[in-house]
């Protein structure tokens, strides 16, 4: 398996200043939160040391108050931002984090979106000179005993027509439990990275806002989350689907939706898990 690492001790020649301010808020445990941004996805990943990686921001600005709702005032610094896909519901709220925040580095799968959106996002990236990183499967991301591994596309699922199946799919190792971050996938990648890896998980991402389209039993069946969370608003997909919670049910899962529990921040420490909501 292909395997190259980016180590973040390459981003500090990005800002050297704004690593020195990371070094002293460094923290002890994992921090995940599932940010209510609506019917679209954005995760928030702070790891033991303070490190931030933000996986997608959801369709609009909304994504900056449910950060300014999770970070101090005085943080303006992520250091990696990561777009699942060229999909507005994952990315439109990246291109107001970018005028608000200063980004180490941006990564995709380099699967090009087509709408005006996404240009001006690109522009926006470039104007602020901000590195684009191209990840795939068996790239991965370390910071001191975390790492975040890259288990999707490979070449062949990036010729996939259906620009979901195109989705960085991520597994942290961290704090002694594993989490799976999954952007749009459907039954096609979800069967390759169950045939390719160990998907064994304590936090499930559940794909596509709960399509029925997605999480499979099988997949399920390998994957085992503890605890799974449904990044979902009002929509008129009918999503979370009955059949995708009924799966999660069998293998007595504990779900969480945005749109029930708001955002729901997952604590780890030493393999402890803790989760709180911000309604019930």
């Known amino acids: 398996m292909r395997f190259w690492s980016l180590i973040f001790s390459v981003l500090i020649c990005f800002n050297a200043f704004v690593w020195y301010q990371v070094i002293l808020h460094s923290q002890d ?4 939160y599932f940010l209510d941004v ?36 005085t943080d303006r610094y992520i250091d990696i931002v990561v777009i699942t896909h060229p999909e ?3 990315f439109g709220g990246i291109y107001d984090v970018a005028e608000r925040y ?31 990183l191209k990840l795939g499967a068996g790239d991965a991301i370390k910071y001191e005993d975390s790492v975040i ?10 010729s996939n027509k259906e620009v979901n199946e195109t989705s960085l799919v991520l597994g942290l190792n961290s704090e002694g439990v594993r989490a799976l971050f999954t952007g749009d996938i459907g039954f096609t990648t979800e069967n390759y990275i169950t045939d390719e890896y160990d998907i064994d998980v304590d936090i499930l991402k559940v794909a596509h806002h709960g399509s029925k389209f997605s999480t499979g039993m ?6 085992t989350p503890e605890i799974s969370v449904i990044q979902v608003g009002k929509n008129r997909f009918g999503h979370p689907t009955q059949a995708t ?11 969480y939706r945005n749109d029930e529990n708001g955002t729901v921040h997952v604590t780890a420490d030493d393999g402890i898990i803790g989760v709180s909501v911000a309604r019930k």
């Open 88 to 90: 507005l519901d994952h």
């Open 38 to 73: 609506g019917q679209g996805d954005s995760q928030l990943i702070v790891l033991p040391g303070g490190v931030k990686v933000l996986i997608d921001g959801g369709p609009d600005k909304g994504v900056l108050f449910e950060l300014s709702n999770v970070l101090p005032e």
């Open 245 to 255: 919670l009924s799966r999660l049910q069998s293998i007595g899962s504990s779900i």
């Open 149 to 158: 591994m890259v288990l999707s596309p490979n070449k062949s699922l990036m």
């Open 218 to 223: 099988g997949f399920l069946l390998e994957a």
């Open 102 to 132: 200063k980004i180490g580095a941006l990564a995709v799968s380099g699967r090009e979106g087509e709408s005006d959106a996404w240009r001006d996002l690109l522009l926006l990236l470039k104007d602020k000179e901000i590195p684009i």
């Open 29 to 32: 445990a994992l921090d995940v």
